[in-house]
């Protein structure tokens, strides 16, 4: 049940791609998901350090608890009064 039905082990392709210098439409290609997935998908997993091509690192780690949490906290909502 993950964001659009990326699952771990994507994203520890696209981690192990994106880290290495691939370029999101050749991640995109290798797993079968849409361009826009991918950019969305690093953008989610991003932490602060850089990784060698200088660019923000993307942890598989870090994007699955992101996702999780958001499933976990879907719906709900502080009632106004």
Do not use: F, H, W
């Not at 082990?9 to 691939?22: F, P, S």
């Not at 050749?26 to 660019?55: F, H, S």
């Amino acid at each position: 049940m993950n964001s659009y039905n990326i699952g771990l082990e994507d994203r520890k392709i696209i981690e192990e791609m994106y880290n290495a210098g691939a370029k999101p439409c050749e991640i995109a290609a290798r797993i079968g998901k849409c361009q826009a997935t991918i950019y969305r998908e690093i953008k989610r997993g991003e932490v602060p350090e850089l990784n060698a091509r200088c660019r923000p690192a993307y942890r598989a780690e870090v994007a699955e608890k992101r996702v999780t949490e958001a499933y976990r906290k879907r719906g709900r909502r502080k009632a106004t009064e």
